[in-house]
């Protein structure tokens, strides 16, 4: 079965938000300064839907675009398209969106019966900060659109470090809350949802939703161009693990590993 992923940025909004700040902390336009835009694509056999027991290999391209800076900057193929508003190097602040796939019985024989998730959003902000030069801790907070209706929170610690000069080795833990309105829609199971799937009804509420870890390996080929390899490991836990869907047809265990290469373009505005 094939599997599309996009990624959408408005970075429109989040400029037209930032400008009149900006604007009067430094006596310029927001804009102007030293960019980076950075694109790839990722390759990955991954869980055929979120509490799947079953995998499939897929694709999704990476994007990501910020200001250039003296300080450290790590990215990891789990941060999501995000727009810093406020960059004093070691702490970073700013908004973050998430594209959203629909989710039907297509994804998979398990979820016969269960009600499709419709495609849509997630938006929200973001925090990062550099305790120290090797280790970065970030967090997400998005609110659900159209998709759900819930807001899902993710937290991620990463220490890394070269290993040899253009080999850096990344990794550490993760873990993911949500809100029932989140679950609601991948995981509840209603009395007629429950008659036409066979399984149980649930019906979940608010808590963590999965913790694990990821590690990372990656290969700066140019001053541009890298590519990485990755293995992931979460397990579902709270109401996700609670859910019906997981219990009789799924699993907790959820594995990912796949390799990425990105292309970074470096550009000025005035």
């Known amino acids: 079965m094939s599997h599309r992923s996009v990624v959408s940025i408005s970075l429109a909004m989040a400029l037209l938000s930032a400008g009149s ?21 990722a390759g990955f056999s991954a869980p055929t839907f979120e509490g799947s027991s079953h995998n499939e290999f897929k694709f999704s391209p990476l994007i990501s675009v910020g200001r250039q800076g003296a300080g450290p900057r790590f990215s990891s193929r789990n941060d999501n398209p995000s727009f810093a508003l406020i960059d004093k190097g070691a702490f970073r602040a700013g908004i973050v969106g998430k594209f959203v796939p629909s989710r039907d019985d297509d ?22 900060v550099y305790p120290t030069d090797f280790l970065r801790a970030r967090a997400e907070v998005r609110q659900g659109i159209r998709a759900h209706d819930g807001v899902v929170a993710d937290l991620a610690v990463d220490a890394f470090t070269d290993i040899a000069p253009d080999l850096q080795l990344s990794g550490g833990p993760r873990a993911t809350f949500a809100t029932s309105g989140y679950y609601d829609a991948y995981y509840g199971v209603n009395a007629k949802q429950a008659a036409a799937s066979g399984l149980d009804p649930y019906k979940p509420s608010s808590g963590i939703q999965s913790y694990g870890a990821g590690a990372a390996l990656t290969w700066k080929a140019t001053e541009n161009l890298s590519a990485s390899s990755f293995l992931e490991y979460k397990r579902l836990a709270g109401p996700a693990a609670d859910s019906s869907l997981v219990r009789e047809r799924g699993s907790k265990n959820q594995v990912l590993i796949g390799v990425s290469a990105s292309y970074k373009f470096n550009f000025s505005l005035q």
Do not use: I, N
């Open 21 to 41: 700040v900006a604007a009067q902390e430094s006596g310029q336009h927001f804009w102007s300064g030293d960019w980076y835009l950075s694109v790839g694509v």
């Open 107 to 128: 994804d998979g024989s398990e979820l016969k019966g269960l009600k499709k998730v419709k495609w849509g959003a997630e938006a929200g902000g973001f925090v990062e």
